[in-house]
């Protein structure tokens, strides 16, 4: 028990949960007076608080009235949803993606944690999330990114020390990684023949380089070099902001060529694939496996495949990293690199004929 002075003090009580609770108590008047209760808090910080309060309206004589300071005290904080969209105006250096990302991971916290108070979130409340988006099915991964999100969050509204970065009581669940298999040669080329002609080109442009299928978006004709022949993966177009060129096969560059105008009516500005599109393709792979059956894969698995290509040919991972664009070379050998079943390239000299 600790105490400011004879008149009024703190209590500690254990909850049933295992945890503690604060309760303030005072006595208005001499021994034989009453104890009165002051309030009960979660954290001694608040406690000490309403303490003070009650001490400096007992020295000036006056009768402390709980129900008016609550009536009449703001909340010392803003709620959590207050806090994430102050947050998310703040992220002006980040790019579109990464901000639908940031609201994807927010939008699975809001309902649980909105409406609290951000000063009075504790480890154990951020456990408790964890808890019931595994109850709701989240996928460990999902789970993580809300984590980091709502850590994010209360970063910026300078909450110290923050309960979402307490790595004793904050876990996530246990998940066994699932290892992608990349596709083989043949389940490319079985794709390739089903798939709509827009997305032929990219499709195969994304086996080669092992790019990120949002430059599908991005490549613009002035990208594309017709003398070397390659294509330039622009900074401002990739994660890691470093710019590279892809030197192409010579019927990648061959179809290229067929597919763009006379070079002296070329658009630098248009797109290198205006016909495709990320999201589009995407569908068209996923459709295409379905229809051939083979194994899905996504535009993304073709990356995997690249980079466990390149491994296998004897690259070193420098230059594996620098050739598909990979700040972390311990991601590119530890992620992204795979036993194939099939080390086949992909004849695209016959595919392209």
Known sequence: MARLMRSVWIRTRGTKDGGKRYRVEY???????????????????????????????????????INQLAATVAPSAPTFADAARRWQASRVDVTDSTTVAHRTALNRVLPILGSRHIDRLQPGDVADLVAVLAGQGKA??????????????????GVQ??????????????EEPEEPTPPTADHVAAVYRRIPAMHRLPLLFLDWCGARVS??????????????PRVRLRAATTKTRRGLWVDLH???????????????FRDPDARLFAGSGADAL??????????????PFSPHDLRHRR?????????????IGEHVGQRNIAVTAGVYTHVLMDETEVDYTELLA
């Open 307 to 319: 980079i466990s290509l390149l491994h296998a040919r004897g690259w070193s991972w420098a230059r």
């Open 140 to 157: 460990r991964e999902s789970i993580r990114k809300s984590i980091a999100a709502v850590a994010m969050v209360l970063d910026h509204a």
């Open 27 to 65: 006595q208005p008047g001499g021994r034989e007076a009453s104890i009165r209760y002051g309030g009960s808090f979660r954290t001694m910080r608040e406690a000490r608080l309403r303490r003070d309060w009650i001490a400096g309206e007992l020295a000036a004589l006056r009768m402390p009235d």
């Open 215 to 228: 430059c599908i978006d991005t490549l613009l004709v002035g990208d594309y070099d017709a003398a070397q």
């Open 161 to 174: 020390p923050n309960p979402a970065r307490d790595r004793v009581t904050v876990k996530l669940p246990r």
């Open 282 to 295: 995407r569908t068209a792979i996923a459709k295409a496996c379905r229809a051939e059956g083979v194994p």
């Open 250 to 264: 010579p019927a990648l560059a061959q179809a290229l060529e067929q597919e763009l105008p006379h070079r002296r």
